[in-house]
């Protein structure tokens, strides 16, 4: 591994030395063990803690199959999709991977004792499989986290309706909390030149995410002048949505936890924002069984305060159940709630006259196709959209990084160094960088 650092660090390496490279057999990884899916039974979800569960150990080396690449890891970044699979909830991904093992030979090598969990990259390509022709070793990489078959033609008009769509990472093996990541070829998309390997490797899941979501066709297409209600607003997700409103002409409303986010929304330019420990609402009764509709009520009157009269166009949902009633009542007639995640439970809740009489829509998102990946890590490169990376932590600290997720004590993003030595390393383009260092660094330290 210190020979591919090198080559790294380097900065000129040829792509031939690349590829001229020796691989080793093993490498460093972030994983979870199948022996210990029941380590936390009996315990409530909050009180899981990841840092007993994720390892960081030495595995083997995988077959690179056709179509595929390896990559050297220098940095990744804590999903959510991380957080559940350490505290094995809200089921064990070891079904996900003894699934997909059955689907053909090649993909049997998924199905091991441990999964190396991780579905952010930012690297450099070291070798390709047959049929590969895009990339060549020695490019620098991000990767996009939809690994998809594309036998069947459901997924030819957009992939993520593909029948073997899942996440790398999370519903495969392999992923990206290691010094080497396993990855189909169509993943890859070019780091942006101007930011740090743990920068780049930070937007990737919730960036694509939040474009699908809120400005895709295939969810919330946002329009100039909508007002979008952003749960979350300065969050891993939300922090992306309240860009992509800025950018596109819409008028966030911005819901966040306490003042120092209200800050952070405001510093990219949000104007309405609604501080909820400030509001105190109570959407659900104190027995937890019945909604409150007079707190949907005042929700609606505050963002009508903010936005001069007018009701909430699309909703940018991923809490879940504690505020999915609230997002319907507050939508307006014809409206959109757009919906993913549910962070605080799947089993939602709302009252169906509002939606129903109202004809208002739910629209389902996850993820994104490789096409809205691409544009959404265009604009990255662009110096349009910024990441949200707040903190940094080394391969062996991810129990710690995956536990500040679970318990939210983050803001934006929380990175991971993997091969790379220490932070600030990977920028090539220090003039466009310069242009947009503020904005870069908005969420750093907060």
């Given at each position: 591994m210190q020979n591919i650092l090198d080559a790294i660090l380097a900065g000129d390496t040829a792509s031939e030395d690349f590829a001229n490279l020796p691989l080793p057999e093993s490498y460093r990884a972030a994983t979870v063990r199948k022996d210990e899916v029941d380590m936390f039974e009996g315990l409530a979800s909050r009180d899981k803690d990841p840092r007993k569960s994720l390892h960081?150990?030495?595995?083997?080396?995988?077959?690179?199959?056709?179509?595929?690449?390896?990559?050297?890891?220098?940095?990744?970044?804590?999903?959510?999709?991380?957080?559940?699979?350490?505290?094995?909830e809200p089921v064990s991904t070891f079904g996900f991977l003894e699934r997909y093992g059955r689907l053909s030979e090649l993909t049997k090598r998924h199905d091991l004792p441990y999964h190396v969990v991780g579905s952010d990259l930012?690297?450099?390509?070291?070798?390709?499989?047959?049929?590969?022709?895009?990339?060549?070793?020695?490019?620098?990489?991000?990767?996009?986290?939809?690994?998809?078959?594309?036998?069947?033609?459901?997924?030819?008009?957009?992939?993520?309706?593909?029948?073997?769509?899942?996440?790398?990472?999370?519903?495969t093996n392999f992923g990206g909390l290691a010094h080497i990541a396993l990855v189909k070829s169509n993943q890859l998309l070019d780091k942006p030149d101007h930011l740090t390997w743990e920068e780049a490797a930070s937007p990737g899941?919730?960036?694509?995410?939040?474009?699908?979501?809120?400005?895709?066709?295939?969810?919330?297409?946002?329009?100039?002048?909508?007002?979008v209600l952003i749960w979350g607003a300065s969050g891993g997700l939300g922090g992306f949505a309240t860009q992509y409103a800025l950018n596109g002409g819409a008028n966030p409303i911005c819901v966040v936890s306490n003042e120092e986010k209200a800050k952070i929304v405001r510093s990219m330019g949000a104007e309405m924002v609604i501080n909820r420990s400030e509001e105190n609402w109570k959407f659900w009764n104190d027995e937890g069984t019945q909604q409150n509709p007079k707190e949907w009520q005042r929700l609606g009157k505050r963002i009508r305060e903010l936005t001069g009269g007018?009701?909430?166009?699309?909703?940018?949902?991923?809490?879940?159940?504690?505020?999915?009633g609230a997002s319907v009542y507050v939508t307006r007639k014809g409206g959109t709630i757009t919906t993913c995640a549910s962070t605080t439970g799947y089993l939602h809740e709302?009252?169906?006259?509002?939606?129903?009489?109202?004809?208002?829509?739910?629209?389902?998102s996850h993820?994104?196709?490789?096409?809205?990946?691409y544009e959404a890590n265009r604009l990255i490169a662009q110096g349009k959209i910024h990441p949200t990376l707040s903190k940094t932590y080394t391969l062996d600290e991810v129990g710690q990084a995956a536990l500040d997720v679970h318990h939210n004590k983050h803001q934006g993003k929380v990175g991971v160094l993997c091969l790379a030595p220490e932070e600030g390393l990977g920028v090539r383009d220090t003039e466009k960088r310069a242009k947009h260092e503020t904005a870069i660094n908005r969420f750093r330290g907060v």
């Open positions: 960081v150990e030495e595995v083997a080396l995988p077959e690179l199959g056709p179509g595929e690449a390896l990559v050297a890891v220098m940095a990744s970044a804590i999903n959510y999709n991380t957080v559940w699979t350490s505290i094995f930012a690297g450099v390509v070291l070798k390709t499989g047959p049929g590969v022709t895009k990339w060549k070793p020695g490019a620098e990489v991000v990767a996009h986290c939809l690994s998809v078959e594309l036998e069947d033609p459901a997924g030819h008009d957009d992939t993520m309706m593909d029948p073997q769509q899942r996440i790398w990472g999370f519903e899941l919730v960036n694509a995410t939040a474009y699908r979501q809120l400005v895709s066709k295939n969810a919330g297409q946002m329009k100039q002048g909508d007002n007018e009701d909430i166009d699309i909703v940018f949902e991923h809490p879940g159940r504690e505020t999915f709302y009252d169906n006259r509002y939606l129903w009489m109202n004809l208002k829509r739910i629209v389902s993820f994104a196709n490789y096409r809205e990946a």
